[in-house]
């Protein structure tokens, strides 16, 4: 395929939607095993994944027994409010050029966002690259410049490889405010929580370019919940939920990819090796709604210790309550969906956002908002 209208057409949606309704009734049945059960419950892990869902009407033309449920893959979103307090510290002292991605700027603090920190005279700059926080280190070498290096393995990769290309030239005053996160030890959190029943996944493609396929086998095998990664057109979507159904129906529990176009198994070797010498696998990581986990982020390796805007800045790693209005962090764990949220579309909108799900443009609240709340773009009609 070589346009994106491909990846859009009609007709094949029509197809698609023929083939899931077919199917998902062999594939509750399955599922019952005697018992009753009213939906299958598939969670779609990426904030990118969700926003496509809504824009394109996928859940409005979906069998009435198959549910998606929106999951954590929204890195701003799971930042938790002590590491935006800690953020806008840094970005306060006088010595600090603060830099960032934009989508951080108005994930509101306990007191106030990055961008309000900034509107009061702090040094926070927007850029698309952390090799762009390394531009800004090297035209002022009088000022610490600080990256908020944020995401899942995504872009892990871009930020270990811009520490590598700032010890190689010798850039003293950089370094990262690092808060990047792992994608498995999060689903393992939630498929081992008691709120939560689900029965597979659609998953995250961004990610899988990196880790590969393979990681993913200890859902199928010790879990025994199918997972398909998928891209992010909405027929990569449809076909995804699919070859869930399809697993279902064959009573198959199995790693498949969709996605065959950017994903392989083992991933992506250099941006995997890249992470290896930069970072180490904390401890423990706090998650907006999900708390403590283990071995579910990444910290600075010693040998990197002088990027490590932490140990540079003795940081407190400091633990701040949600604000008790919002339920950020249940959407997060697919409890809630967004419009069951009280303040949702009231006292929270993208203009004055009380939680993070609202301000990312991965968030689920924020896509809602733009696709949902008047009546959804529908890509097909479906009969059902």
Known sequence: MKYVDEFREPDKAKALIKEINKVSESAINYLSNGKKKEKIKIMEVCGGHTHAIFKYGIEEILPPTVELIHGPGCPVCIMPRGKIDEAIELAGNSQVIFVTFGDTMRVPGSKKSLMQAKAEGADIRMVYSPLDALKIARENP???????????????????????????EGIENFSLFANHVLVMPALQALLSSPDLQLDGFVGPGHVSTVIGTNPYQIIAEKY???????????????QSIWMVLKQFSEGRCEVENQYTRLVTEKGNNPGLNAIKKVFTVRSLFEWRGLGEI?????????????????????????????????QCGEILKGVLKPWQCKVFGTACTPETPIGACMVSSEGACAAYYQYGKNNPKILVNSNR
């Open 142 to 168: 009088d000022k610490e410049v600080v990256f908020f290096a944020i995401g899942f393995e995504t872009t892990a990769p871009s930020t270990a490889l811009t520490v590598l290309q700032a010890e190689q």
């Open 224 to 238: 025994r919940k199918p997972i398909v990664i998928s891209g992010f057109e909405p027929l990569d979507i449809l």
């Open 294 to 326: 283990p071995d579910s982020g990444l910290e600075i390796s010693p040998e990197y210790k002088q990027f490590d805007a932490e140990f540079k800045f003795s940081l407190s790693n400091k633990k701040v309550a949600d604000n008790k209005a919002c």
